[in-house]
């Protein structure tokens, strides 16, 4: 497995730190293995503590009044979890678990902001990072409102193989489980509409769809189709 330190390293909330200020970040945190399915936060739980990914896979998802779970985010090795503690919230907005087992290292939320005193590029890169996400948010917003939804599935596609893409004799391939279901959601569309989009990309030869399996056949072609760069090459 990668080094703590270098996963560290390349996070967007601590690169720019030194291997000696890596090394006292790391030791001041704590490591947790989660089994597959297993809950690392909870939605409306107290948000206690900021996490790192070391290894795996976790999905970001919400429950709305209704019932209904909702994805939001798939975070790997590198991501954060539990934004929340560094906004100064008090719980959770929503659910993190373990699509694989994984890793993450964690800081209680006071030893965190011991943290960012000892090392000001910290907390630099916690606002940048907060700034990225809230873009991202209004992003996805704008989508939402303008877009047909064969266009954000598309888009939605196109993120996912950006974040977790792996080249294969068929094309890039998602490389964690994925269903039509996940799709609808994070494209803001119903899963008759998703299955719909993906089997006639199918017949296109831009997709393949498979049991919890999405491979881009084409991503170059899909991005041209719903006006993205494509930069999964």
């Known amino acids: 497995m990668e080094q703590t330190s270098d996963i560290l390293g390349r996070s967007e909330l601590f690169e720019g730190l030194a291997a000696p200020a890596r090394a006292a970040v790391s030791a001041a945190g ?14 409306g739980d107290a948000a206690d503590g900021v996490f790192l990914v ?8 919400q429950t709305t009044a209704e019932g209904q779970q909702v994805a939001i985010r798939y975070l790997g090795p590198g991501d954060v979890a539990g934004y929340t503690a560094l906004t100064g919230g008090s719980v959770h907005p929503g659910t993190v678990s373990a699509v694989e087992d994984s890793e993450v290292l964690g800081w209680a939320n006071a030893a965190f902001r011991r943290l960012m005193a000892e090392h ?4 630099m890169n916690a606002l940048a990072l907060l700034g990225t996400r809230y873009h991202e948010m209004q992003v996805r917003l704008r989508e939402l409102s303008t877009e047909p939804a064969a266009q954000r599935i598309g888009r939605t596609l196109l993120r996912l193989a950006r974040q977790a893409g792996r080249r294969s004799a068929r094309g890039v391939e998602i490389a964690f489980p994925l269903s039509r279901q996940d ?5 803001g569309t119903t899963l008759h509409t998703a299955s719909r989009t993906l089997a006639d990309w199918e017949e296109r030869g831009l997709v393949d769809s498979g049991r919890l399996r999405i491979v881009l056949r084409a991503p170059q072609a899909l991005a041209e189709l719903v006006g993205e760069d494509d930069e999964t090459a």
């Open 120 to 123: 000001p590029s910290i907390a």
């Open 30 to 43: 704590f490591h947790r293995r989660l089994g597959e399915g297993e809950a690392l936060l909870r939605q």
């Open 54 to 61: 070391l290894s795996g896979l976790l999905r970001a998802s």
């Open 183 to 187: 799709v609808a959601e994070m494209s």
